[in-house]
């Protein structure tokens, strides 16, 4: 209104039809075109941005949970204000999500639970084993893997390639006679990653930091599934991506789950977490304020859930 021009970028549609007189796309690096955002509807944004038609912004859930394997009870933060009397379980093949505000103390738990922050109490059981996760090695050797949430920040190794990216958890796994690595082994999973999940990418020496955020992240998954993880955490697995890498991430959590993976997904989406999961826990100032499942699993029962302890 008082004549300084702005340039919004976002991945969200809506408000970017809301707030905008003109939206130019762009694809791949490549200028696609500019419209009147007044002419724009979703799926034509959608469209131009994927270079096909997508029909669905999620894919149908092929996984069948099962018996409760994985279960966190009684997580208290030695901070103050911090999570507290935090429990759950999770389901064999189960895609679980984890909603809530920000502030909500979600990423925090996650993390406590990993063995990345302290807590004053609280236990993980794997298939009723109790587990004793001091720090992140105890959680890995156990069979639980995290994504975190700030990908450039200490997801990537943007100065390292995406071979060295996927193999740098598991190097250990690829050790000839304990001290020199198996770099032919090595490659072979690199290669397999970047098909299997539909890397683009020049190659596999290509370094991280010059792709795009959602090839990022493929890179990043494929690091922990080289770990063959049972539990495998995602905080914002979709944060800053495009939609048609969205869909692709979401397919495969799918496919993880359909194999019996269980699968935990921290996200600040409600619509996100409403199309792939099976169940969402809700969290508000640091506690459990319940789980919803079914019917229920709309946005404005999760929003109830999430302002539960605010005045």
């Excluded at 762009?26 to 075109?33: E, K, L, N, P, S």
């Excluded at 794997?126 to 069979?143: H, M, S, V, W, Y």
């Excluded at 914002?236 to 993976?261: C, F, H, M, N």
Aim: negative net charge.
């Amino acid at each position: 209104s008082k004549g300084c021009g702005v340039i919004y970028i976002s991945h969200k549609m809506d408000e970017i039809l809301k707030i905008s007189d003109e939206v130019t796309i762009m694809r791949d690096g490549q200028y696609i075109g500019t419209w009147p955002a007044s002419e724009l509807t979703t799926d034509f944004i959608i469209a131009k941005e994927v270079g096909r038609e997508l029909k669905d912004l999620y894919p149908p859930k092929v996984n069948t949970p099962g018996e409760v394997i994985f279960e966190v009870k009684d997580f208290d933060s030695p901070i103050e204000r911090s999570f507290m009397d935090c429990s759950f379980s999770v389901r064999k093949g189960e895609i679980y999500g984890v909603a809530g505000l920000v502030g909500a103390q979600r990423t925090e738990l996650m993390e406590a639970i990993y063995g990345l922050r302290s807590k004053s109490s609280g236990t993980v059981y794997f298939n009723g084993q109790t587990l004793d996760i001091k720090r992140p090695e105890d959680a890995i050797k156990n069979g639980i893997a995290l994504i975190t949430e700030d990908r450039r920040g200490n997801g990537i190794f943007g100065v390292l390639s995406i071979s060295d990216n996927v193999a740098v958890a598991s190097l250990n796994d690829y050790l000839k006679f304990r001290v020199m690595l198996d770099h032919k082994a090595i490659n072979e999973v690199v290669e397999k990653s970047i098909k299997e999940l539909s890397i683009k990418t020049p190659s596999s020496k290509t370094l991280i930091k010059n792709l795009s955020g959602g090839n990022q992240q493929k890179v990043i998954i494929s690091r922990w599934l080289a770990k063959e993880p049972d539990v495998l955490i995602m905080d914002e697995p979709t944060r800053g991506i495009d939609v048609g890498a969205k869909y692709e991430i979401y397919s495969i959590i799918g496919q993880l789950a359909k194999e019996g993976k269980t699968i935990i997904v921290v996200s600040s989406e409600m619509p996100e977490l409403i199309g792939i999961c099976d169940r969402i826990m809700v969290m508000c100032e640091g506690k459990v304020t319940g789980v919803v499942e079914g019917k229920d699993m709309n946005q404005e029962k999760i929003m109830e859930l999430s302002t539960k302890f605010m005045s």
